[in-house]
Nanobody, 127 residues
């Protein structure tokens, strides 16, 4: 699966952004076969799990640092996943990566990584 993230940019602290992830799915599979996720990497820091959403979108899992502020969703008809980011903080500044994984596993198990990665989109939050 090929993933293309978009929607990053510069926003003031307290503002909002919505990231989108468009997936190109190989023949024989469908977008709904994949758990979708977001990771981020800030300058000089290690990659960090942000959130994940199940195939049908009924369950989500978030990092404690974004819980209550970020919301994941997906539209399987459009092969697209979303990350709505509200109440942004300067510490949310990072390159955000869209990810996908076809494995059947508890959402928490994806915190260590996922099989497929797209190119990142930069989010910069100014203070």
């Amino acid at each position: 699966v090929q993933l293309q993230a978009s929607g990053g940019g510069l926003v003031q602290a307290g503002g909002s952004l919505r990231l989108s992830c468009a997936a190109s799915v190989p023949s024989g599979r469908t977008f709904s076969n994949y758990v979708m996720g977001w990771f981020r990497q800030a300058p000089g820091k290690e990659r960090e799990f942000v959130g994940a959403i199940t195939w049908g979108g009924r369950a989500t899992s978030y990092a404690d640092s974004v819980k209550g502020r970020f919301t994941m969703s997906r539209d399987n008809a459009k092969n697209t996943a979303y990350l709505q980011m509200n109440s942004l903080k300067p510490e949310d500044t990072a390159v955000y990566y869209c990810t996908a994984d076809p494995r059947t596993a508890p959402l928490g198990s994806f915190r260590s990584g996922m099989d497929h990665w797209g190119k990142g989109t930069l989010v910069t939050v100014s203070s």
